[in-house]
């Protein structure tokens, strides 16, 4: 059904709406039953399955003037496949809740979704379900299925000795954001990395099967996140920041607006890079760089200076060149 | 950890906050990783996994006035589980997405969590995984995993000659919101029923091991939900009234409201009971009350009384003796 090109979600209702969006949605070999029954049924050859589950609102993770509905849907859906990639597994599934006004172009919803499923296409996963409501802001629940061949790789099993290695571009949303809030548009290469990022989406399983010990995906900054892997692992992560190539759009950016293009780096989001800790053995493909190294504690004078810093940092046990970063280390909301 | 008990998620944050949640969602076995990680690992025996999603939003989909944070959980907890007793499955693990203005109190969302956590555990599911974020209204998303040892039983296998039957309480939770709608709070159990449904959670198996060929759980309403499996197994089915018990409580809130209390069974929702189909040879245990048939055409008349009202009606292949019935058959949302 093609519903007419000015319609809102009141004219065609929920069952017309959902009627529209199936239509979108084609089905993988993953699924065994498709979107429609009380629940959608995926096979999971491997007797486990990975889930995770991303909320986003508008203004908050989108903005309807800076990005179309099209790659608002790619993105939410990369950010959740990328969770599936962080852990070393591949995505088969979505289920997609929608929360909207009643307003709401139906166009746009309709590009969102083809969005969404393009996005799962490119990784082989399928839309299975979802839910429409009614709301005030508009508001997308998606929830990502995956399933991987080896262990799980977890956050919590980086050693000391390790090194810290990161594939996939990074910094270059944070950039683009940075365009953004200053009312520029380029460079594009930046705007569209904010608007549809580009997750390094077979190199997560690749990463497992090197051996990685831990590995997270760079959603809320550098970081913040590497500081989770520190955590988790109980270690401490120092960053070297002379291992990064800074690419020209970023080195550009940096000197138009006075930025460090390094904070993009050690601080900017919505990339969805993998971070990943090796044993030292490891031989790692050149898409892999080498940023870092896993210690057991932190050098001394570092350790000093992070004194007090702790409790507001998630990045407290990790370093930067041997020091505390001054600066946050990435998002949290609320705050 | 406990926060203050006056404090906001403002004054914890979004990672105080998920600390405090994290102790309140024990795992059980099925849950190989847990929450914390990029996504959690649940173990799916059977080879392949039942998803369903559903959002709720404050004022549309329950009422802080009306329920406290622990029905709350309850209720959005136990219809995503009935999602998966629907398709005769068993529920493993829930993930859980709350969107909330900084003012919440915490002791809101703990007691949310509480919830959700108890009525999980009732069917042995567990909470393994969610998000946070910031928005003006309310919302909750929940995603429910399952599995099913058998073919999961859809919508879409109703067969003419198959009888109709119905698990659990239905048109309770109705009556209760019609009480509650005119600033009464009592028949209490009424109301109760409403805050706090109690699907019938092994009854779901129960069908599919007698042969259910089709079934649904009611939750927009029993002639729409019935609907939808007439709709999909492209028959017609005939309620009929007769066959329903009305119960006491039913009965005087009927006549207090001056209301017909078959009104509440027929197109009353958020009981979520089972409707099954059966082949006419099942031997159904005395739960599964009889209420229906399944025919491959209506009788002539209905048919012709239905013509012009098929579009707005899901349940316009569905019959209360014999007739189309006169109203709403169950809601829809933008209309």
Redesign the interface.
């Known amino acids: 059904m093609t519903p007419a090109a000015d319609a809102t ?2 004219d ?4 017309g ?1 959902i009627s529209a969006l199936r239509s979108r949605f084609p089905q993988g070999e993953h699924v ?2 498709g979107p ?10 491997d ?11 508008d203004t ?2 989108f903005r309807r003037d800076w990005a179309s509905a099209t790659d608002i849907g790619h993105k939410a859906a990369a950010q959740n496949l990328s ?2 990639n ?2 070393g ?1 591949r995505a088969s ?1 979505l ?5 909207a006004p ?1 307003d709401l172009p139906v166009s746009w919803a309709l590009e969102l979704a083809e969005g969404i499923a393009a996005e799962a296409a490119v990784v082989g996963a399928s839309v ?10 508009i ?1 997308l ?1 998606i ?4 399933s991987c061949q080896r262990e ?1 790789v ?3 099993g980086a050693s000391p000795g390790d090194v810290v290695a990161i594939c996939g571009r990074q910094g270059w949303a944070a950039a683009g954001l940075a365009v953004l809030t200053r009312g520029f548009r380029s460079p594009r290469v930046l705007v569209e990395a904010l608007r549809r990022p580009a997750p390094p989406y077979d190199a997560g399983a690749e990463a497992a099967s090197l051996g990685a010990t831990a ?3 760079l959603s809320d900054g550098l970081l913040a996140d590497v500081g989770h892997v520190a955590e ?1 692992s109980q270690v401490w992560i120092d960053i070297d920041p002379a291992s990064f190539e800074v690419e020209e759009p970023l080195e550009a950016v940096g000197s138009a607006l006075g930025a460090d293009p390094m904070s993009f780096i050690l601080t900017g989001g919505d990339d969805y890079a993998l971070v990943a800790t090796f044993p030292e053995s490891a031989r790692l493909p050149q898409r892999w760089r080498r940023i870092g190294q896993v210690h057991a504690a932190l050098p001394e004078e570092s350790a000093r200076q992070d004194e007090g810093r702790r409790e507001a940092q ?1 990045s407290g046990r990790v370093t930067v060149a041997g020091s505390t970063y001054d600066g946050p280390a990435g998002h ?4």
Request: hydrophobic share 50%; glycine share 12%; charged share 25%.
């Open positions: 979600l009141a065609i209702g929920e069952f709406l065994l039953l429609g029954d009380d629940a959608a049924v995926v096979g999971v050859p007797g486990r399955v990975l889930v995770s589950t991303d909320l986003l609102v908050r993770h969770d599936i962080a852990m597994g599934a289920t997609v809740g929608l929360a009643p299975v379900g979802g839910d429409i409501t009614r709301a005030e802001e508001m629940a929830t990502v299925l995956g799980p977890r956050r919590s590995m997270i995906d988790d998630t949290e909301h609320f705050r």
